[in-house]
C-alpha cells in the first residue's frame, strides 16, 4: 500500500473549473494504475476516472465524460511524475462530493490497463472536498 494525498478542492460556482491532485512524498506512484471516486452525502463512493500506470489509457465514467480528464505527470512536462490530476471544467451542483484518489499496488499487470471498482484499489486518500453553488 501507499500513503496517497489529495488536495485543490474548494467552492466553485457552477461552470467553474477546479483541478485536483494526487501524490505521495513516500513512494512513487508511477508504476501504479490510479483512480478517482467520489462520495456525494447520503450517497456510496462512485468511480469518476482511471488511468493506466504507463499513462495512456484513461476512461472517464458517464457523467463526467466530456468535463473532466484525469492524467498523470510525466517527464515530458514539468508536472511531477508522482502525481495524477483530475481536471474538472464545466462544474456542477450534482459533482459536489469528497474526491478520493486511490491506487492499485500490489502484483504486477499490464500497463495498458485501467480499473474502475472500488474493490481494485487498496491504497486511498483522505479526500478533498468539492462544492459547487448553483
Known amino acids: 500500500q501507499v500513503q496517497l494525498v489529495e488536495s485543490g478542492g474548494g467552492l466553485v460556482q457552477a461552470g467553474g473549473s477546479l483541478r485536483l491532485s494526487c501524490t505521495t512524498s513516500?513512494?512513487?506512484?508511477?508504476?501504479?494504475?490510479m483512480g478517482w471516486f467520489r462520495q456525494a452525502p447520503g450517497k456510496e463512493r462512485e468511480f469518476v476516472a482511471a488511468?493506466?500506470?504507463?499513462?495512456?489509457?484513461?476512461?472517464?465514467?458517464?457523467?463526467v465524460q466530456g468535463r473532466f480528464t484525469i492524467s498523470r505527470g510525466d517527464a515530458k512536462n514539468t508536472n511531477p511524475k508522482n502525481t495524477v490530476f483530475l481536471q474538472m471544467d464545466r462544474l456542477k451542483p450534482e459533482d459536489t462530493a469528497v474526491y478520493y484518489c486511490?491506487?492499485?499496488?500490489?502484483?504486477?499487470?499490464?500497463?495498458?490497463?485501467?480499473?474502475?471498482?472500488?474493490?481494485?484499489?487498496?491504497?486511498w486518500g483522505q479526500g478533498t472536498r468539492v462544492t459547487v453553488s448553483s
Open positions: 488511468v493506466s500506470w504507463s499513462g495512456g489509457t484513461t476512461y472517464e465514467s458517464a457523467s
Open positions: 513516500r513512494r512513487t506512484i508511477s508504476d501504479y494504475a
Open positions: 486511490a491506487a492499485k499496488t500490489g502484483s504486477a499487470y499490464p500497463s495498458t490497463y485501467y480499473y474502475v471498482d472500488l474493490s481494485d484499489y487498496d491504497s
